[in-house]
């Protein structure tokens, strides 16, 4: 069986003191879905903060970073043209233990780089140390774990197979985005609509309409609108 997770890089967070968050190891992935727990998404709110968090360069037309501890952390992803989520899609075989995963300095926005191997180039690279590699061929998409390695892992999969999966991983990202958005009106309540339409930005997924009010429901966040 071949399983399709949009994950988030995602680093130690011992320090953090901003929101509650997840203990979390170093350089693991933690994948993005509505299932996630309270603290699962502050964790992956602070990543997604923190992969933008670059100080305003001159001549670079952003105001100034707010002196406030929060503001100045939220600020690279508040006023950024251009977003990163560190990350991308994990795929894994589940019947050979096989995990092709995102390398390093590819984001999650970037997986529109997938429709390149299902309709246009038939190949995409997603990173590297490892250098994942995408190849479509004919009816059939080859995954190579590490493309520097002459015995790398292979997974290979239909191409209505993989269009299906990553379908799914849209999905698990609005769910997510539903989620978070609850999250921050509980949260961050005065920066719900900009931390929202940012975040919406961030994993490039059309924004919903603004969350009205929060409520706890079954042990998890709900936004009702």
Known sequence: ?????????????????????????????????????????????????ACNDIAPGAGDGRPP?????????????????DLFVSGGLRITDTATGTTFLPGCCTGLEERGDWLHVLDGTGSASFGHDPSPLAERHGDTVRLTVDAEREDSPVIELPVTDLRRLLAGAERDLADFLRLATAWTALHLPAHTTTLAAALHRALDVPAEPPCREARRQGGQTACWT
């Open 1 to 49: 069986m071949i399983v399709l997770h949009p994950v988030l890089e995602i680093c130690a967070s011992d320090d953090f003191t901003l929101w509650p968050v997840a203990e979390s190891a170093p350089y693991g992935f933690l994948p993005l879905s509505g299932a996630l727990g309270p603290a699962e998404v502050g964790t992956a709110v602070m990543r997604i903060a």
């Open 65 to 81: 970073r707010p002196a406030d501890s929060l503001l100045g952390f939220l600020h690279g992803l508040l006023t950024l043209d």
